[in-house]
C-alpha cells in the first residue's frame, strides 16, 4: 500500500471556524490531490499540487485553499467553514512516470454543524 | 472534454453470478484506463489497469479490456463474492500535466450470499 496518511480522520466543527486537513506521504511523489466525495457526485477535485509551493485549482475550489511547503505534506483549508462542506476528503498521490494512477488515503470524515 | 460513463446502480447479484459493469469513455488523445474499487468506509484502491488500445488489465478475478473502437473498459468477473460488494468507480488519464484523473460517477455491487 502507498504510504498515504490522512488526519484527522473525523471532524465536528461549527459553521464560522477553519479547519484544516492534512495529508502525509512517504512516496516522495511530485503529485498530490484533494478530492471530495459526496453522495450523487462521485468524487470531485478540490486542489492539486505539482510540487513544493506549486498547486492549482480543481474542479469546486471555492472554500477552500491548500499549501504545499514540503513535499511530503498537502494541506486543506476551510477558511470559514459551512455546512455544505460536509463531506469526506480524500487526498491522492501520483508519480510523474509509469501509468500514472493516483493512490489515496483512507479519507477524513468532516461534519459542519 | 473528458468524460467517463458507468452504468448507474445498485448491481444486485447472487454469490457466484457473472459481473459485467460497463464503462465507456470520451478522450482527446489515448488515455490510460483504471477501475478503482472502494470498500465500505476505505478510501479508492487501485483494482486494475490498461495503459494502451487492447491490453487487458487483472487482478483478484477481475478483468477489463481496452477497446479503443467502442472507447469502453468494462469490468467483468466470473464469479462474484460477498466480499465484492463495494463501490467500483472507472476512471481515465491522458497522462499529462498533473496526471488528471476524471472519474465515472461509481457504481455499486451488491452481492448476496
Known amino acids: 500500500d502507498a504510504g498515504i496518511t490522512q488526519s484527522p480522520r473525523h471532524k465536528v466543527t461549527e459553521t464560522g471556524t477553519p479547519v484544516t486537513l492534512r495529508c502525509h506521504q512517504t512516496e516522495n511523489h511530485r503529485y498530490m490531490y484533494w478530492y471530495r466525495q459526496d453522495p450523487g457526485h462521485g468524487l470531485r477535485l478540490i486542489h492539486y499540487?505539482?510540487?513544493?509551493?506549486?498547486?492549482d485549482k480543481g474542479e469546486v475550489s471555492d472554500g477552500y485553499s491548500v499549501s504545499r511547503s514540503k513535499t511530503e505534506d498537502f494541506l486543506l483549508t476551510l477558511e470559514s467553514a459551512t455546512s455544505s462542506q460536509t463531506s469526506v476528503y480524500f487526498c491522492?498521490?501520483?508519480?510523474?512516470?509509469?501509468?500514472?494512477?493516483?493512490?489515496f488515503g483512507p479519507g477524513t470524515r468532516l461534519t459542519v454543524t | 472534454g473528458n468524460s467517463v460513463t458507468q452504468m448507474e446502480g445498485p448491481v444486485t447479484l447472487s454469490e457466484e453470478a457473472f459481473l459485467t459493469i460497463n464503462c465507456t469513455y470520451t478522450?482527446?488523445?489515448?488515455?490510460?484506463l483504471f477501475w478503482y474499487v472502494q470498500y465500505p468506509g476505505e478510501g479508492l484502491q487501485l483494482l486494475l489497469k490498461a495503459t494502451k488500445a487492447d491490453d487487458k488489465g487483472s487482478n483478484k478475478g477481475f478483468e477489463a479490456t481496452y477497446r479503443k473502437e467502442t472507447t469502453s473498459f468494462h469490468l467483468e468477473k466470473g464469479s462474484v463474492q460477498v466480499s465484492d460488494s463495494a463501490v467500483y468507480f472507472c476512471?481515465?488519464?491522458?497522462?499529462?500535466?498533473?496526471?488528471?484523473?476524471?472519474f465515472g460517477g461509481g457504481t455499486r455491487l451488491m452481492v448476496k450470499p
Open positions: 491522492a498521490i501520483s508519480a510523474t512516470s509509469g501509468s500514472y494512477e493516483q493512490y
Open positions: 499540487s505539482y510540487g513544493v509551493k506549486d498547486t
Open positions: 476512471a481515465l488519464t491522458l497522462n499529462n500535466a498533473g496526471n488528471m484523473l476524471t
Open positions: 478522450a482527446t488523445g489515448y488515455p490510460s
